[in-house]
């Protein structure tokens, strides 16, 4: 799960950001840009989520082989 979310945030991010220079190029529409970096926090907050999820699941692992 943690892989999945790491993977969809990067390239949700990606194409959202490729979007985002795009309104820069082309017509600047106000919002087509908020919603293109709301989308950029929601895919951070997807890798974020991730990075925790694989944290915490190695400190799982460390716990269970101390024992």
Same mark, same amino acid.
Request: negative net charge; proline residues 0%.
């Given at each position: 799960?943690? !892989?999945?979310? $790491? /993977? $969809? =945030?990067?390239?949700?991010? @990606? @194409?959202?950001? %490729?979007?985002?220079? @795009? *309104?820069?190029? =082309?017509? $600047?529409?106000? #919002? %087509? #840009?908020?919603?293109?970096?709301? %989308?950029?926090? *929601?895919?951070?907050?997807?890798? =974020? /989520? ?6 915490? +699941? =190695? +400190?799982?692992?460390?716990? !269970?082989?101390?024992?």
């Amino acid at each position: 799960m943690d !892989r999945f979310l $790491f /993977i $969809f =945030g990067l390239i949700v991010f @990606f @194409f959202s950001f %490729v979007f985002l220079i @795009f *309104n820069f190029i =082309g017509d $600047f529409d106000s #919002m %087509v #840009m908020a919603i293109s970096i709301l %989308v950029m926090l *929601n895919a951070s907050i997807a890798i =974020g /989520i991730s990075e925790l999820l694989l944290r915490t +699941k =190695g +400190k799982a692992s460390e716990s !269970r082989s101390g024992d």
